[in-house]
């Protein structure tokens, strides 16, 4: 399923490609995030033009609405969002982490509450996979649970050996034809426990793994370090997914630690917050000095709203709230994380990585805002989430 194309030679960055029943993902690769199969402000036909090859769902969340009985008659997910290629789907166990307030975690599973009425709902391994399988997803995640950053030590191992119990049940849960399965290594910041959880996932032999308990509010150096205490003891020849992450210079320096995939909701959530990513950090389109600025949001940026629009009249659109204003800067945010992601991959296969590691980290200024932004509680609210973890 994955073939490992190149290693670099400065780093533990990795050309790679990644093939589904669906199509063939190049990697370094960035998921579009669209819990409830729909990436919020864009459309299928954007994100294909843009060069998305995989988007993500979410388990959890198409579980509630529009419920499986829809998904099932309209053909599977891919036909009902009219979605063409791979999609990943999140086995809910990171609502497990984030709706905290609302669950509570038994042997077998987990017992919810609806966020929108209250109903309850039970959401374990063998629910996880079966919901998947009826979605019909490319990639299913294994059913886990993820502990909150700072937990205490007992916590971090019950979730752990919860994590590769469920797990072993995940593996023997019925599939969609062509469906694979992906672990996910839970430890928090516990050198033993990521070892632990990673050895025992790889003996299941599942298709690729997942790193999780990142972006769960850790400083960037701890979720530096759970990659880098994770990393060493998943193969090689399998696929590496970071969750929920995260910034692009965060993005140029989890592939040289070595990872493959990711997935965060920060491009679109900040596109309606009036930011724009570029190259070089982030811009507040909706700041005054940009009211007679008639360039486009980022200069050299090839996306339909920079090749159209000014950052002149994208602001005058966020201020007097018209739609049109953030579905551009979503466009731009988008294109500008998917083509960050080629970039790496053009790099990789000419040995330049390195150097391009070197000068895009150095020239990238990220915002207090908007690393507050990665942090906060918000990015697993209910009415959007990434895999977060």
Known sequence: MFELLKKDSSSKARLGRLTTARGVIDTPSFMMVGTQASVKALDPREMLEMGAQIILGNTYHLFIRPGLEII????????????????????????????????????????????????????????????????????????????????????????????????????????????????????????????????????????????????????????????????????????????????????????????DMFDCVLPTRVARNGTAFTRFGTISIKGGFNKADFRPIEEGCDCFACRQFTRAYLRHLLNVNEILGLRMLSVHNSHMYLRLMADMRAHLAADTFGAFRQEFVAGYVPTQKVLAMRKSKRLSDAGESGSGA
């Open 72 to 259: 099932r008659a309209a053909g599977g997910l891919h036909r009902f969002m009219n979605w063409p290629l791979p999609i990943l789907t999140d086995s809910g166990g990171f609502q497990v982490f984030s709706l905290a307030k609302i669950r509570k975690i038994k042997p077998h599973g987990v017992e919810f509450r609806s966020h929108l009425d209250g109903s309850p709902i039970f959401l374990g391994p063998k629910e996880a996979m079966e919901i998947q399988r009826i979605l019909g997803s490319d990639i299913a995640m294994a059913f886990d649970e993820c502990p909150p950053h700072g937990c205490p030590p007992r916590e971090a191992r019950l979730a752990v050996e919860r994590t590769i119990r469920w797990a072993g049940e995940c593996r023997e849960q019925p599939r969609a034809d062509g469906q694979a399965v992906f672990g996910i290594v839970q430890g928090g910041d516990d050198a033993a426990l990521r070892e632990q959880c990673a050895q025992a996932l790889v003996a299941m032999d599942f298709d690729g793994y997942a790193i999780g308990g990142v972006s769960v509010g850790e400083p960037e150096a701890e979720m530096m370090k759970a990659i880098e205490l994770t990393e060493p003891f998943l193969p090689e020849h399998k696929a590496r997914y970071a969750m929920g992450l995260g910034t692009p210079a965060q993005l140029v320096e989890l592939v040289a630690r070595g990872v």
